[in-house]
């Protein structure tokens, strides 16, 4: 299938949860992070869950990390410019709903592209060789491009893995893992 259509699809599917289900799965998901070999690393970039979307729930990730004393780092999109600001969540760190309901920070220190080295992607689906759809905009795939070539990316998603996604561009950046309840894809 293509990306629009797989978008459509995933984006019924993930509506038909209750909010109950979500959590529960984003436990899951978190869950299956801990057997990765991730948590030798220092700075680890975590987006924050937009609830009305019913995207996985990242607080359980975001407890995962806290717990182990990493750095947190979120991020604030431009829609003006596609490109993506990130800085080091901390107990003064303000955040806020833009227009799009989604969690930014207010403020903070600034965290460079070139620090970070896992990331945490929001994503609608995925397929077997770890391309992956998100809303469309391209905000990921520009971030994780300006970033060192071995940060490791990780989707996560309540969903398993299409066969293939039919119309995937060269610029289009692909996972090393996803995850979801019930099981760790490596790509």
């Known amino acids: 299938m293509t990306k629009s259509e797989l978008r459509k699809h995933y984006k019924a599917k993930r509506e038909a949860l209750s909010l109950e289900t979500c959590d529960d799965l984003s436990i899951d998901i978190s869950n299956q992070l801990l057997t990765l070999p991730i948590w030798d690393k220092s700075f680890y970039h975590v987006f924050l869950t937009i609830e009305e979307q019913k995207e996985v729930n990242t607080e359980f990730i975001l407890n995962i990390l806290s717990g182990k004393d990493k750095n947190i780092v979120i991020s604030k999109s431009d829609f003006k410019t ?24 207010i403020d903070g220190i600034p965290i460079p592209n070139s620090s970070i080295e896992v990331v945490f992607i929001p994503l609608l689906a995925f397929d077997n060789t770890g391309n992956r ?5 391209g905000f990921y795939d520009r971030f994780l491009d300006a970033c060192n070539p071995d940060v490791i990316k990780i989707g996560v998603s309540y969903f398993e893995a299409e066969a293939e996604i039919s119309d995937v561009y060269d610029f289009d950046i692909p996972l090393n893992y996803c995850v979801t309840p019930n099981q760790v894809y490596t790509f």
């Open 82 to 105: 596609g490109l993506m600001h990130h800085v080091l969540l901390t107990d003064a760190t303000t955040i806020k709903k833009n227009a799009y309901n989604i969690p930014e920070p």
């Open 133 to 137: 759809i998100g809303y469309g905009k």
